[in-house]
Structure formats: structure tokens, C-alpha cells
């Protein structure tokens, strides 16, 4: 199983970026699907997650300012980022619980993505 997350880029303050994570592999099934940051010298962070209901949570410093989404039939989940902030640089990981069929019966995995470098100039 493979997450490949992409869409980072350089931006100014006030811009926006798009983040996409798409899942492939011999997957049978994904529940939550989401994106953590982790910026130079601090702890990796949840900034948002979502279920395959499509239930919410964000952290508070992006509520209001990103969105996050998701494609059930293409295993890819997306993150719209609005009124970026310097505050938001960071590498940002694509992250998924994952359940796979194995000839011992279906397996749990909690899969990242590489990472995608977010920039953001004052």
C-alpha cells in the first residue's frame, strides 16, 4: 500500500494550495484518511482528518481557513488551503488507516505519504 501526496509549492501569504493524496495498492478497505504538518523543529501535527462518512475535525489554528475532502471511489483525499500563513510552512504528510486482505485474514495499517514541503512568505 502507497500513499504519494503532491501539490506543495511556494506561495505568499494570503494564497492558497491544493493538496492531494491518492492510496494504491491492494487495498480493501480505508477509513480515515488525513494530513498532518510538521514544521522545522516541532512535533508532527493533525491539521485535518476525515472519515468515509465524511466526518470532520480540524485543528483550531486552520478552522475556517482550510478544507479537507475526499474521493471514496479513488482513495484519494484532498486538502484546500486558503489565507496561508507563514505559520503554516511546514512539510505536510498524507496519512491513512488502511485495511488489506492477507491469507492470514485482513490486516490493520496506518500508512504515510512522503511529505510535500508547504512555503508560505510574509
Known amino acids: 500500500v502507497q500513499l504519494v501526496d503532491s501539490g506543495g509549492g511556494l506561495v505568499q501569504a494570503g494564497g492558497s494550495l491544493r493538496l492531494s493524496c491518492a492510496a494504491s495498492?491492494?487495498?480493501?478497505?480505508?477509513?480515515?484518511m488525513g494530513w498532518y504538518r510538521q514544521a522545522p523543529g516541532k512535533q508532527r501535527e493533525l491539521v485535518a482528518r476525515?472519515?468515509?462518512?465524511?466526518?470532520?475535525n480540524y485543528a483550531d489554528s486552520v478552522k475556517g481557513r482550510f478544507t479537507i475532502s475526499r474521493d471514496n471511489a479513488k482513495n484519494t483525499v484532498y486538502l484546500q488551503m486558503n489565507s496561508l500563513k507563514p505559520g503554516d510552512t511546514a512539510v505536510y504528510y498524507c496519512?491513512?488507516?488502511?485495511?488489506?486482505?492477507?491469507?492470514?485474514?485482513?490486516?490493520?495499517?496506518?500508512?504515510w505519504g512522503q511529505g510535500t514541503l508547504v512555503t508560505v512568505s510574509s
Open positions: 476525515i472519515t468515509t462518512a465524511g466526518s470532520t
Open positions: 495498492g491492494s487495498i480493501f478497505s480505508i477509513t480515515a
Open positions: 496519512n491513512a488507516d488502511v485495511t488489506v486482505v492477507t491469507i492470514e485474514g485482513p490486516s490493520h495499517l496506518e500508512v
